[in-house]
């Protein structure tokens, strides 16, 4: 880490061995991106609460080439977080999920999910059928690709989405899921 690490103690003294034990789970975020810049840590103690008692929060703030990454409290109250090892533990966890996401994004390995694709059942036969999809491509489809609905009730001209299974067929495109588009259809 280029420019160290900052920790500060909000509505607490400041505690070593807390400290301690923010800068070596920063240290250790180092395996996960090689390129941090700096991290902030803020421990906050808030005031004694009447029904869930006194529960730490931790701030993380990692900066990275071109942007900051912010790690804080959110959702509900965890009682767990009473103890501020717990809740360090917790933050920086949480840290190190955001950390990896943040590479594989960089290395263009987060996954994009392709919209499904369109088309109108062209031909049936016993247990399967060929689609026909909106650019003219026909795609291979077995009965129990249908996702509801009965594979008896398919007419031909009917309008599916389906999702093309890559690798599937050394026959040519397959559907892995077909979902009948439309007014409501029977389940079976």
Same mark, same amino acid.
């Given at each position: 880490?280029?420019?160290g690490?900052?920790?500060?103690?909000?509505?607490?003294d400041?505690?070593?061995?807390? +400290?301690?034990? =923010? %800068? $070596?789970?920063?240290?250790?975020?180092?395996?996960?991106?090689?390129? !941090?810049? /700096?991290?902030?840590?803020?421990?906050?103690?808030?005031?004694?609460?009447?029904?869930?008692?006194?529960?730490?929060?931790?701030?993380?703030?990692?900066t990275?080439?071109?942007?900051?990454?912010?790690?804080t409290?959110?959702?509900?109250?965890?009682?767990?977080?009473?103890?501020?090892?717990?809740a360090?533990?917790?933050?920086?966890?949480?840290?190190r999920?955001?950390? +990896?996401?943040? =590479? %594989? $994004?960089?290395?263009?390995?987060?996954?994009?999910?392709?919209p499904? !694709?369109? /088309?109108?059942?062209?031909?049936?036969?016993?247990?399967y059928?060929?689609?026909e999809?909106?650019?003219?491509?026909?795609?291979?489809?077995?009965?129990?690709s249908?996702?509801e609905?009965?594979?008896?009730?398919?007419?031909?001209?009917?309008?599916v989405?389906?999702?093309?299974?890559?690798?599937?067929?050394?026959?040519g495109?397959?559907?892995?899921t077909?979902?009948?588009?439309?007014k409501?259809?029977?389940?079976?």
């Open positions: 880490m280029e420019l690490v900052q920790i500060t103690f909000k509505n607490m400041p505690a070593p061995a807390v +400290e301690a034990k =923010a %800068r $070596e789970r920063a240290a250790r975020l180092d395996r996960f991106y090689d390129r !941090i810049l /700096g991290c902030r840590v803020v421990i906050e103690a808030p005031h004694r609460h009447h029904r869930t008692g006194r529960q730490y929060r931790i701030g993380i703030v990692l990275v080439p071109g942007r900051d990454i912010f790690v409290h959110e959702g509900p109250e965890n009682p767990a977080h009473k103890d501020v090892m717990v360090l533990r917790d933050a920086f966890d949480a840290a999920r955001r950390l +990896e996401d943040h =590479a %594989r $994004e960089l290395r263009g390995q987060i996954k994009v999910h392709e499904p !694709i369109h /088309g109108r059942i062209a031909r049936l036969f016993e247990d059928g060929f689609i999809t909106s650019d003219g491509q026909e795609v291979y489809f077995h009965r129990h249908l996702v609905g009965k594979f008896k009730s398919l007419k031909p001209g009917d309008e989405r389906l999702t093309i299974a890559e690798n599937e067929s050394a026959k495109p397959q559907a892995s077909v979902h009948r588009v439309g409501h259809h029977p389940v079976g």
